[in-house]
């Protein structure tokens, strides 16, 4: 039965419902991504933001540091070792969309390595008369002969993949080749692939993925490709991907039923099998990240606890298994990663022998190599690491112990390692040198208490000394959402086009996130989303409360899930913020399971179709919240019109409804750049410059 309060509370949520449905919405027009109207309130409103913002004294100072900053020839390049050679993609002055290039590791280790071009992007582009964004390439296990390119019109999502012949540095005639779409694509072997992709009516999902899993045979027609797999069309998508290393090869398809959860297939005589795991384990894909699985073993990582052949094993813990006897229908797993209150796994992957695993001890990094023993068991010793900083340790490859380290904080330019499990030490192979001056500045980590108790870490740089009298421009970041833990970083950007200025940074851990492991994450999805905007809150306040600054002297960013994040800030604490930077937003919870990839993120807010979904996601979704009355701080929305994951529609509708409420709002839109700041090295600088600019002119 359902009492008073609620049912006045689902009343409300239908009024509400209808105002903002089709007929009600006064701003639907804003949706239509390339419609004329739309272009054209764009372009008017960008004109607005540039000509303030430009004309400030700080921007062109600003712009052009870090515009140097973006394109200097000093900072590292980061590589994936293929064969004989390691691959790294360059942007710069003179290759602004960029080049696809190798070296040989003798020659990387030189301060000045000499490269050879694979595919330059910005000759391509030129070519084809297409704005080409690189998305990546897979290589052809194991002689690396083969790529799939992945090239995107002017950053979105959606990509051409086309075969590419590293041998020739040129694309293979009558290769495999797919037409634009949110594709999935994965070698088999030299001459067949996997692939998922748009095949006409009926063959995407809600969410604008595909539903259909083909296997392409060299030389057959593309239509004549064999379904292997098919996922239902409230699914995300479905997709395939092939495991490769020495003396090992398996195929799977993934059934990817929600955000979190997801069927697992080993395709064996052509028919994919289902693998008996929890619906919302990881396998596969860690993280966001692809991961290799162990040679003989099976690895899982658990997002909930699990009860399998008589034993639990806990939420947030990786276990693993011999292939065979899982297959065979035993369950007794090995535990090679156990969490604690405030230790998560952030990360793990296999070398030839071992497997590195990464753990967050409070935010901070801890490295261990795990190795099996030929009684079943696992040895586990430290992989020693700095004790500073964010650390990361990649496998440089499927064929040795091999790894790279990259070691990265606030105010000590990052480092990157070569380094092999078993040796001592590791070798320095790149140093960013100093793009900011630190002197002076230190990082601290606090604590701010939420609203239901729980302590909430975040990290604070700032002078040393800082007088507690509230005058410091502060600047605080968040996120928590999707398991995605925020951790210390070298930004470049921050410390000259804020630091240096005299600025405090905060980087927020809140709910949502991964910091914590899967429960920290799912303490704040779907019903208890507040949590996360409680933790925000928390931080604020407690940064006002020890007079490092005050809420005119606060500002705030955050981009995606951090945008929505932002407009929720905004109209829920204008009082405790004197500026917003709101980038690449989710903002109109009522729609944004119709719009470009919303629906495949149900998982994390739930569904505002469902009446009781909406009855919570109506509380502060941003777009229906904002009010008329009230006094807002300054806010500056940027978005990209070639954004296809994140409709470009939130924020242009936000800014419109908030500018008809006579509130002061700055809007910027990039026309190419996809889910991302800009798609090349001048567009990051430039919508960077314009966010600092506006943060200086509001917070100083």
Known sequence: MRTPALALLGLLSARICLAQGAGGDPYLWLEDVDGARALEWVRAQDAVSQRELEASPDFKAIHDRLLAIYDSRERIPYVEKRGDYYYNFWQDAQHV?????????????????????????????????????????????????????????????????????????????????????KSDVAWRDRDSVYFATDFGPGSMTDSGYPRVVKLWTRGAPLDKAAV??????????????????????????????????????????????????????QFGVFN???????RDQLTVA?????????????SGALIAIPWDRFLGGGRDFAVLFRPGPRVA????????HHIIVNELDNVRNRLYVLTPQPDGSWSRVPLPAPEFGTIEAEPAEPESDDYFMSVTDFLTPSSYYLGTVGSPGRDL??????????EGL?????????????????????????????????????????????????????????????????????????????AWHQAAVKENRQ???????AIGEDLVSRKVTTPRHLGIMGGSNGGLLMGVMLTERPDLFGAVVCQSPLLDMRRYSHLSAGASWMGEYGDPDVPSDWAYISRYSPYQNARADAKYPRILITTSTRDDRVHPGHARKFAAELEAQHHDVLYFEYIEGGHSAGANNKERAYTNALAFTFLLNQLR
């Not at 790149?430 to 793009?435: D, G, I, M, R």
């Not at 302590?455 to 410091?472: C, E, H, I, N, T």
């Not at 949590?531 to 809150?537: C, E, Q």
């Open 228 to 281: 292997v797999f098919e996922c239902g069309k409230g699914d995300v998508s479905a997709g395939a991907f092939v495991q490769d290393e020495p003396g090992f090869h398996r195929e799977f398809v993934v059934r990817e039923i929600t955000a979190f959860t997801s069927e697992y297939f080993i395709v064996e005589g052509g028919r994919p099998v289902r693998l008996e795991l929890p619906a919302d384990a």
């Open 442 to 518: 230190e990082v601290t980590q606090h604590e701010a208490v939420s609203k239901d108790g729980t302590r909430v870490p975040y990290f604070q740089v700032g002078r040393k000394g800082l007088p507690a009298d509230g005058s410091a421009p502060t600047l605080l970041y968040g996120y928590g959402g999707f398991e995605i833990s925020m951790t210390p970083s070298y930004s470049a950007g921050i410390g000259a086009s804020w630091l240096e200025r005299g600025g405090v940074f905060v980087l927020a851990n809140i709910r949502g996130g991964g910091e914590f492991g899967p």
């Open 345 to 352: 796994l952030a990360e793990y992957g296999p070398t030839l």
């Open 97 to 181: 969309r960029g080049i696809w290039r190798r070296t040989s590791p003798a020659e990387y280790r030189k301060k000045d390595p000499s490269w050879e071009a694979v595919l330059d992007l910005d000759a391509l582009a030129a070519q084809e008369k297409e704005n080409w964004v690189w998305k990546g390439a897979q290589l052809l296990y194991p002689d690396y002969t083969r790529a799939l390119v992945h090239l995107s019109r002017g950053g979105g999502d959606a990509v051409v993949v086309r075969e590419f012949d590293l041998g020739a540095k040129a694309f293979v005639v009558d290769g495999f080749a797919l037409a634009e779409a």
């Open 429 to 438: 192979l790149k140093q960013l040198p100093s793009f900011f001056s630190s």
């Open 531 to 537: 949590r996360a905007y409680d933790d925000f809150i």
């Open 288 to 294: 966001n990240k692809a991961i290799d699985i162990f």
């Open 302 to 314: 658990l997002r909930s606890d699990w009860t399998v052949g008589g034993r639990t094993y806990p």
